[in-house]
């Protein structure tokens, strides 16, 4: 099994990504997906989840600006980030069960 992620990057205070992390390797879409962050100097956190019947649910620092989504014909999960602040700064990481991605960095500048 495998979780690739991608998309992240640098973004200005205000600006927007969008990850993606693509599973392969087995059928993923009876799973819930996650997706986590961590800081520098910080414990790893849940930031969002999407349930294998679509049911979402946000840590309260990201409601409002973060969407999470998947696409089971794709094995894949993504996460919309919008009105990104300098605090969102971190590595991102996909969870499927017991799998993880490898992280992609997420930089906002102030």
């Known amino acids: 099994v495998q979780l690739q992620a991608s998309g992240g990057g640098l973004v200005q205070a205000g600006g927007s990504l969008r990850l993606s992390c693509a599973a392969s390797?087995?059928?993923?879409?009876?799973?819930?997906m996650r997706w986590y962050r961590q800081a520098p100097g910080k414990q790893r956190e849940l930031v969002a989840a999407?349930?294998?019947?679509?049911?979402?649910t946000y840590a309260d620092s990201v409601k409002g600006r973060f969407t999470i989504s998947r696409d089971n014909a794709k094995d894949t999960v993504y996460l919309q980030m919008s009105s990104l602040k300098p605090e969102d700064t971190s590595v991102y990481y996909c969870?499927?069960?017991?799998?993880w991605g490898q992280g992609t960095l997420v930089t906002v500048s102030s």
């Open positions: 390797g087995g059928i993923f879409s009876t799973y819930a």
């Open positions: 969870n499927v069960y017991v799998w």
């Open positions: 999407i349930t294998s019947g679509g049911s979402t």
